[in-house]
T-cell receptor, first 115, second 112 residues
Framework: GAVVSQHPSRVICKSGTSVKIECRSL??????MFWYRQFPKKSLMLMAT?????????EQGVEKDKFLINHASLTLSTLTVTSAHPEDSSFYIC???????????FGAGTRLSVL | RKEVEQDPGPFNVPEGATVAFNCTYS??????FFWYRQDCRKEPKLLMS???SGNEDGRFTAQLNRASQYISLLIRDSKLSDSATYLC?????????????FGSGTRLQVQP
């Protein structure tokens, strides 16, 4: 069964809407979770590292005010895409693992379509 | 140079064929290595970890060559269900990077 749960799996929204995506570790605690973005036929691109109890670390080129990350507990991280626009349409995936730098388990992903 | 490089493919092979993928990584002090599989429009799933001594899981064999900084995956007796993108993944925690580093993936298409 899944060890990382991600919701929702699919979002279709109007431009200007904010969208919240949740990522939960089910069988372990995760002080760190990772958020990725994937465009069609492209590789996973790390967006940010979510840190429990402190600020997220964003990769170069990722706007922190656009992609808000909150790691409220040892089993939950949320990514909020604020004021979404069509260019934000993508596949967003989170990952977590019981050992930092070890095996990572992925959520099922969220396919976001902004109209 | 990319941190993790893979031939994007696609590799088109008939059922029953043996196919091998290679991957090279740039950081010689990288610590852990994995192969993940990703099906179209799905999340990546761990296929196997890669150990220095080489390891096998059924039809899948993974090898690590630290001196040459490459990792390989061998699939024997290919099945139609093996069609997917295979991601080479490296842990570069020695660089302070906590996330795993993914290659761009090699696409495999097994044909009847």
């Amino acid at each position: 069964g899944a060890v990382v749960s991600q919701h929702p799996s699919r979002v279709i929204c109007k431009s200007g809407t904010s969208v919240k995506i949740e990522c939960r570790s089910l069988d372990f605690q995760a002080t760190t979770m990772f958020w990725y973005r994937q465009f069609p036929k492209k590789s996973l691109m790390l967006m940010a590292t979510s840190n429990e109890g402190s600020k997220a670390t964003y990769e170069q080129g990722v706007e922190k005010d656009k992609f808000l990350i909150n790691h409220a507990s040892l089993t939950l991280s949320t990514l909020t895409v604020t004021s979404a626009h069509p260019e934000d349409s993508s596949f967003y995936i989170c990952s977590a693992g019981p050992d930092e730098g070890g095996i990572q388990y992925f959520g099922a992903g969220t396919r976001l379509s902004v109209l | 140079r990319k941190e993790v490089e893979q031939d994007p493919g696609p590799f088109n092979v008939p059922e029953g064929a043996t196919v091998a993928f290679n991957c090279t990584y740039s950081n010689s002090a990288s610590q852990s290595f994995f192969w993940y599989r990703q099906d179209c429009r799905k999340e990546p799933k761990l296929l196997m970890s890669v150990y220095s001594s080489g390891n096998e899981d059924g039809r899948f064999t993974a090898q690590l060559n630290r001196a040459s900084q490459y990792i390989s995956l061998l699939i024997r007796d290919s099945k139609l269900s093996d069609s997917a993108t295979y991601l080479c993944v490296v842990n570069m925690r020695n660089t302070g990077r906590r996330a795993l580093t993914f290659g761009s993936g090699t696409r495999l298409q097994v044909q009847p």
